[in-house]
C-alpha cells in the first residue's frame, strides 16, 4: 500500500492539520516508509506465540468487594444521605422536571 500527495492531503484535512505543498512532499515518502515497514511487520511468523498486554507479566492485586469496609465512604447510607435532599422521592434525589 503506498499513499499520493491526494491522500496525505485529505487525512491532513480529515485530522484538522494544516500542512503546506511542500511538507506534503515531504510526508510521502515517509509515510510509504512507515506503511511498508508495517507491511513487513505482517510478513512475521507468530505461529505459537500468545499475545501479549504487557511487555512484564503484571497481576492486578485485588481487594474484596465489600460494601461497607469503611462507616465513612462505605454503601448503605442511603438514608442518612437522603436526609439532606430536599426533595426524596422512592429512595432518589427528587429534581424539578426539566422537560415537558
Known sequence: MSVDT??????AS?????VS????GAMVP??????????QLGE??????????AVIPNKQRLRDDVVNADPLTGGDMRDAVLANAPAPEHGFFG???VIE
Request: aromatic residues 2%.
Open 14 to 18: 480529515l485530522a484538522r492539520i494544516k
Open 21 to 24: 505543498e511542500a511538507e506534503l
Open 6 to 11: 491526494a491522500t496525505v492531503a485529505k487525512i
Open 44 to 53: 512475521v511468523d507468530v505461529t505459537g506465540i500468545e499475545p501479549m498486554t
Open 95 to 97: 429534581v424539578p422536571k
Open 30 to 39: 515517509e509515510l510509504n516508509g512507515i506503511l511498508a515497514w508495517v507491511e
